[in-house]
């Protein structure tokens, strides 16, 4: 079974610009979440969907979009791109549901996300 | 709300134990164990309910203390392999098991 993809692996942009991150979770999974990883905050969530629907959303401004297609895919936007956006973008899916059933999530190897 | 780990970072020399917490201001309903190295995604160790058991993974086990909303995870008789990142994660939302909250990591290096 193919894992997790994530594209592009790696990008940089300048401030002000906008940028659409892409997640191909394993097949079958229904849940994707994408998450920020920084050296200072390490992992942090961003939002989740589930059959199209954003279900969770972390605590991060507006700029920070996504959506999620019938096949499950996933694209993450960032508008009007800030030094401080510079991170490592994971997306994880899991099985999901909608009834409280825990499955670990599976990560992709991530977006390496550069602003200059 | 991001669950506070601690320590930091540990540094152990091989076959020596070492134990991680994860502390939460919120009630939790379970807590979730993932580890990370170098270079790579996090992978998946354990996921602890509320009212479980103490789970384990290979040499490593963890426990979920419902009174201190906390949890701890035990590494004994460490391993190269096991040098890593560690995090712990709580849920975001009251309903939902998928999305989870985490904390800043706890560093492991385990030395020959």
């Known amino acids: 079974k193919a894992g997790v993809t994530q594209t592009p692996r790696y990008l940089i942009k300048t401030r002000g610009q906008q940028v659409t991150l892409s997640c191909s979770p394993i097949s079958g999974h229904r849940s994707v979440s994408w998450y920020q990883q920084t050296p200072g905050q390490g992992l942090q969530f961003l939002f989740e969907?589930?059959?199209?629907?954003?279900?969770n959303k972390g605590n991060f401004p507006g700029r920070f979009s996504g959506r999620q297609f019938s096949n499950s895919r996933s694209e993450m936007n960032v508008s009007t791109l800030e030094l401080g956006d510079s991170a490592l973008y994971l997306c994880?899916?899991?099985?999901?549901?909608?009834?409280?059933?825990?499955?670990?999530?599976?990560f992709g190897p991530g977006t390496r996300l550069t602003v200059l | 709300q991001q669950p506070v780990q601690s320590p930091q970072a540990v540094i152990l020399r091989e076959g020596e134990d070492a134990v991680i917490n994860c502390s939460s201001s919120k009630a939790l309903y379970s807590v979730h164990w993932y580890r990370q190295k170098h270079g790579e995604a996090p992978v998946f160790l354990m996921i602890l309910l509320k009212g479980g058991e103490q789970m384990r993974h290979e040499k490593i086990s963890a426990s979920f203390n419902e009174k201190k909303q906390q949890s701890s995870l035990y590494l004994t008789a460490s391993q190269l392999s096991y040098s890593g990142t560690y995090f712990c994660?709580?849920?975001?939302?009251?309903?939902?098991?998928?999305?989870?909250?985490f904390g800043k990591g706890t560093s492991l290096l385990v030395t020959p």
């Open positions: 969907y589930f059959s199209e629907t954003q279900r």
């Open positions: 994660g709580t849920e975001v939302g009251s309903n939902s098991g998928y999305a989870l909250n």
């Open positions: 994880a899916s899991s099985l999901g549901g909608v009834e409280r059933v825990y499955n670990e999530q599976f």
